[in-house]
């Protein structure tokens, strides 16, 4: 089952002070309804290890799938639920492949970033089929200075290009611009801001799948 609701962090959040207990709350307010993704691209990683060794038991218990981005060997040694893997990283099949070996389980979820639609055809024929795929960037976001948001409609034109995979749309998404994004066709969002910028993630979180299950008709978890 793939969440609806993603939270992901960076470099910013996984440095702050406290992100651990914010974290916890986070996840306490998502259990069972939350993936976390432990993102930062220039975080050493002694400190990706030790902050997603330290949460991990809690991901665990709390029914909240663990993932990092790209250190497929930080998921392997630690027993987490699996990846999210960006433009430059392990082909699908092949981390799909270590993580098999490695956890001793083909269950473990493989996740991939895609921005344009005829690169993510092109890719998934090549490289694998990913569990789900992050859509971006939707709209302009500090995590990408620079680039354009490329809209909403990005998340349709991208179900054409590699049907059947759930898509969950990244970038600038707040509450919101979050119906739009359920509208034009997403499994669900990934949000950096709209939860770690909060005064109380959990209840950020809260709103966020409230705010989901009412524009999808159902329960967020569904």
Not at 39 to 66: I, K
């Amino acid at each position: 089952m793939i969440s609806r609701l993603h939270l992901v962090t960076d470099d910013e959040v996984l440095g702050a002070e406290g992100f651990e207990g914010r974290a916890h709350e986070a996840m306490e307010a998502g259990a069972g309804k939350v993936t976390l993704h432990l993102r930062g691209p220039r975080t050493a990683v002694r400190h990706l290890w030790d902050v997603a060794e330290r949460l991990a038991p809690r991901a665990r218990r709390l029914g909240v799938p663990l993932l990092v981005n790209d250190r497929v060997d930080v998921a392997m040694a630690l027993g987490l639920d699996g990846v999210h893997l960006g433009e430059r990283s392990f082909p699908v099949a092949t981390a799909r492949r270590l993580l098999a070996v490695g956890l001793g389980s083909a269950a473990t979820l493989v996740g991939r970033s895609f921005h344009d639609p005829e690169e993510a055809r092109e890719s998934v024929g090549l490289e694998g089929v990913p569990d789900f795929c992050l859509v971006g960037t939707l709209f302009a976001t500090p995590s990408h200075p620079g680039r354009e948001g490329s809209g909403p409609s990005r998340v349709g034109e991208m179900a054409e290009a590699v049907p059947g995979i759930p898509l969950i749309g990244i970038g600038g998404i707040d509450r919101s611009r979050l119906p739009e994004v359920i509208t034009a066709g997403a499994h669900g969002v990934a949000v950096v801001r709209a939860a770690w910028a909060a005064e109380h993630p959990g209840r950020a979180v809260a709103a966020l799948l409230e705010m989901i299950a009412d524009s999808t008709g159902r329960g967020s978890d569904e």
